[in-house]
């Protein structure tokens, strides 16, 4: 199990890290949707291996995760 101390090299580095990790993550969902929502448009329902509403969904959920932890990562240390 990781914990908070193991990231705290200078100050505030599990902030920092779930700071990235959320982004990247909500950057993930944004493209997944919008790859989901294009082939949708272009007419067709699937893609090789998946739904679209999967697909989509899947998004949404990176989508949530991301601020969830930009959540997290602005309460661990709140600013003055």
């Known amino acids: 199990m990781i914990s908070a101390a193991t990231f705290r090299l200078k100050g ?20 997944a949707c919008l790859v989901a929502g294009v082939v949708r448009l272009g007419g067709a329902y699937r893609i090789p291996g998946f739904e679209l509403k999967t697909l989509f969904m899947v998004g949404i959920g990176l989508m949530v995760m991301g601020i969830l932890a930009k959540l997290q990562g602005m309460s661990i240390s709140p600013r003055p």
């Open 12 to 31: 505030y580095e599990m902030e920092r890290l779930l700071t990235w990790a959320g982004n990247l993550a909500a950057a993930a969902g944004v493209l």
